[in-house]
């Protein structure tokens, strides 16, 4: 069964850090490419980054600069770095994966094998 684990997420204050982690099981992480993704209270679920099978990268451009995202296929996972949060950053993190190698060209909707997701909330 495939199945994505996400963790890492916590309470941070503005400007700190956070590494959230995408573990994989049932397939090889490897293989595809995986998205992160986050929804905030009263709004949809938006792409923020992915990677592909190949180690090309995408971000969405609010988080460029800010975040990394990178991949450990030895341990079947992927993280996401996040720095310089913002309180605008609050919110469930998921990953999920388009069952291809690549990144660009795909809708939300044709990613799947979602996670429970993790809660990152940016906070004084």
């Known amino acids: 069964q495939v199945q994505l684990v996400e963790a890492g997420g916590g309470l941070v204050q503005p400007g700190g850090s956070l590494r959230l982690s995408c573990a994989a099981s049932?397939?090889?992480?490897?293989?595809?490419?995986i998205g992160w993704f986050r929804q905030a209270p009263g709004k949809e679920r938006e792409e923020i980054s992915c990677?592909?099978?190949?180690?090309?990268?995408f971000y969405e451009d609010s988080v460029k600069g800010r975040f990394t995202i990178s991949r450990d296929n030895a341990k079947n996972t992927v993280y996401l770095q996040l720095n310089s949060l913002k309180p605008e950053d609050t919110a469930v993190y998921y990953c999920?994966?388009?069952?291809?190698?690549?990144?660009?060209?795909?809708?939300?909707?044709?990613?799947?094998?979602w996670g429970q997701g993790t809660q990152v909330t940016v906070s004084s």
């Open positions: 049932g397939f090889s992480l490897g293989d595809y490419a």
């Open positions: 999920a994966t388009p069952y291809l190698s690549w990144c660009s060209g795909h809708d939300k909707d044709d990613f799947g094998s």
């Open positions: 990677i592909s099978s190949g180690d090309d990268t």
